[in-house]
Nanobody
Framework: QVQLVESGGGLVQAGGSLRLSCATS????????MGWYRQAPGKQRDLVAA???????NYADSVKGRFTVSRDNAKNSVYLQMNSLKPEDTAVYYC???????????????WGQGTQVTVSS
């Protein structure tokens, strides 16, 4: 069984910063792309940022220049540093990873349970 657990969400004023962390556990052989998605009430879940095992990153246009995704391959963890937060960043943030389990020839996509980020104006 593979699990992803997010932490670091909370309430912050506009212009503030938060750092999200996502730790993985289980019988993991390899993790390919890791990333963060978010879902606001009544809206679809959208990609915020992603990072490959080699460190290549991809960001949603709305967060470019404000958010930074990083990962620690030794710890199988991914992080999201969020600066200059805006009220429209308010959402549940989900960690996502494409993981190959030990003894499994295929990759599967796993999700964390989500962490709430609320930005007040």
């Amino acid at each position: 069984q593979v699990q992803l657990v997010e932490s670091g969400g909370g309430l912050v004023q506009a212009g503030g910063s938060l750092r999200l962390s996502c730790a993985t556990s289980g019988m993991i052989f390899k993790i390919n792309v890791m990333g963060w998605y978010r879902q606001a009430p009544g809206k679809q879940r959208d990609l915020v940022a992603a990072i490959t095992s080699g460190g290549r990153t991809n960001y949603a246009d709305s967060v470019k220049g404000r958010f930074t995704v990083s990962r620690d391959n030794a710890k199988n963890s991914v992080y999201l540093q969020m600066n200059s937060l805006k009220p429209e960043d308010t959402a549940v943030y989900y960690c996502n990873a494409d993981i190959r389990r030990i003894g499994d020839p295929n990759d599967d996509t796993y999700w964390g349970q989500g962490t709430q980020v609320t930005v007040s104006s």
